[in-house]
């Protein structure tokens, strides 16, 4: 894709605010992944998830959000109790159908493969479309519940594209978002979380790269690999299984709090 003044991909930055929170920035329009904005503590749902770190920027340091990508509300490292305070400021609040019901009239739900319109500042159309994700291993989601991805395409569902995963791990629905959009820039929840044992819930180096090689034209962004105590493989080791494949230059290590340019 060639960059022009009016292109939206000469217009696109991305700042990782921390674990699954970033701060996405095209031609104007603010698009935030999962809020997580509290201070460290510990949460008791089920599972107790031990919060590390806090975000690198707080609600109020934030630009008006027009779009909160939700991948799933139900737990506490991808909605926590400032991010769900959060919800009433943005725009829209996109989130899976049975997170929407939760949340009452703050979401739209969305089911996998189910597409919305939105434009930016200057009228240009983007479709946000819902993934499909997988939250762990196979027949893993009765206890996960519902999670998406999603995937922001320039113009209509053929133009370039972002894709953002949601927390899910490598499997044929993540392959299928390859085969139906020309994804440029790939945001992984990373990390291999394993808050119930051996089993990692979240992509592990393996799922990561499995995914830089279906999404062959994309520039592979890591989140959600910090910050949390469940999580058991950093930013800085998926960066080394990269290089030891000879694939370094395809993975772009965000620093929290720094906006970083993409062309798309």
Not at 69 to 90: E, T, V
Request: proline share 6%; hydrophobic share 40%.
């Amino acid at each position: 894709m060639t960059n022009g003044p009016d292109d939206l991909s000469a217009n696109l930055t991305a700042t990782l605010i921390g674990g699954p929170t970033a701060l996405i920035n095209i031609g104007g329009l603010n698009l935030l992944t999962d809020p997580a904005f509290d201070t460290p503590q510990a949460y008791d749902g089920g599972v107790r998830l031990v919060k590390l770190t806090g975000p690198a920027l707080g609600p109020d340091q934030l630009p008006p959000i027009d779009a909160v990508l939700l991948s799933h509300d139900q737990h506490f490292d991808n909605l926590d109790h400032a991010g769900r305070a959060f919800l009433p400021k943005a725009g829209r609040v996109l989130t899976t159908k049975v997170g929407a019901e939760r949340l009452g009239n703050l979401a739209e739900g969305l089911e996998p493969w189910q597409s919305v319109d939105i434009q930016t500042p200057q009228g240009k159309r983007l479709v946000i479309t819902a993934a499909p994700a997988r939250h762990g291993p196979h027949g893993f989601e009765p206890i996960s519940g519902d999670v998406i991805g999603f995937v922001i395409s320039f113009g209509d569902e053929k133009g370039p594209s972002i894709y953002v995963s949601g927390d899910t791990v490598w499997f044929e629905g993540v392959a299928e978002v390859a085969r139906r959009f020309d994804v440029r820039l790939a945001v992984l929840f990373t990390g291999s979380a394993k808050p119930r044992g051996a089993f990692h819930v979240t992509m592990d180096a393996n799922d990561a790269i499995e995914a830089a090689a279906a999404f062959e034209k994309a520039t592979i962004v890591a989140i959600h690999n910090e910050g949390w105590e469940h999580f058991t493989e950093t930013q800085e080791q998926l960066a080394h299984a990269f290089k030891a494949l000879g694939i370094a230059d395809r993975l772009k290590v965000l620093e929290k709090g720094k906006p970083t340019e993409f062309a798309v």
